[in-house]
């Protein structure tokens, strides 16, 4: 079993479209992100949710979107996609008990074209 | 500013010989420590964490890292490298337990036989 799955894993779009990137962690953590890493694989943080509760947002375009229906999953709304949101987006999740690190999805590499 | 440096973009070293990856941090407390490395399309894996405790900690294919305070420095090292290894390796740092995590830029490590 996947631990965090992300979905899509690939996703070729138009610019101007809107599109959407699932996540879903099995490993009943409490907090789950949203990391950006860019051409040259610099990775940032984008978004963090706690129990469905928005906690970080760093400077990030208000045409992105996150949802949480649940601790489980964390989704990710583009809209209006632009050329420079091409880049792999990467879901992690991370308990806030006990001493584990970070697991990271698989990312999702979205191009906009 | 928060900020993690790896000064080497890229490191090349022949198969069997040994790996330092250098990992700076500049922090007012200790953070939390991670290690990931990422293999060309691939997500993130995790190589191993500092916490707290005993300052040299191994991680999972024979790597391990040690934590020096003085030099605020977090580097990774591996006695005998194969070329399975190769790939980017990114260092971390979390100043709170399930906090974001600050990546550094990431080393680039080729291994020729």
Redesign the interface.
């Known amino acids: 079993d996947t631990a965090v799955s992300q979905t899509p894993k690939y996703l070729v779009t138009q610019m101007g479209n809107d599109k959407s990137i699932k996540c879903e962690q099995n490993l009943g953590h ?2 789950m ?1 949203w ?1 950006k890493q860019d051409s ?6 984008m978004f ?1 949710y ?1 129990n469905k509760e928005l906690i ?1 947002n ?1 400077t990030v375009p208000n045409r992105f979107s996150p949802k949480s229906p649940d601790k489980a999953h964390l989704n990710l709304h583009i809209n209006s996609l632009e050329l420079g949101d091409s880049a792999v987006y ?1 879901c ?1 999740s ?3 008990q006990g ?1 584990g ?7 999702t590499r979205l191009t906009v074209v | 500013a928060q900020s993690v440096t790896q000064p080497d973009i890229h490191i090349t070293v022949s198969e069997g010989a040994s790996l330092e990856l250098r990992c700076n941090y500049s922090y007012g407390a200790t953070p939390y420590l ?1 290690w ?1 490395v ?1 293999s060309p399309g ?5 190589l191993l ?1 500092y ?1 707290s405790g005993d300052t040299l900690v191994q991680g999972i294919k024979g790597f391990e890292a040690e934590f020096k305070r003085s030099q605020s420095s977090f580097n990774l090292r591996k006695p005998s490298v194969h070329w399975s290894d190769a790939a ?1 390796y ?1 260092c ?1 740092v ?1 100043l709170e ?7 550094g ?2 080393t680039i490590l080729r291994v020729k036989s």
């Open positions: 409490d907090t992100y990391y040259k694989k610099f990775l940032k943080i963090s706690n970080i760093e990467f992690a991370k308990t806030g001493s690190g970070y697991t990271f999805g698989s990312g | 991670f990931y990422q691939q997500g993130l894996q995790l964490k916490f980017e990114f971390a979390a337990y399930g906090n974001k995590l600050v990546f830029a990431g």
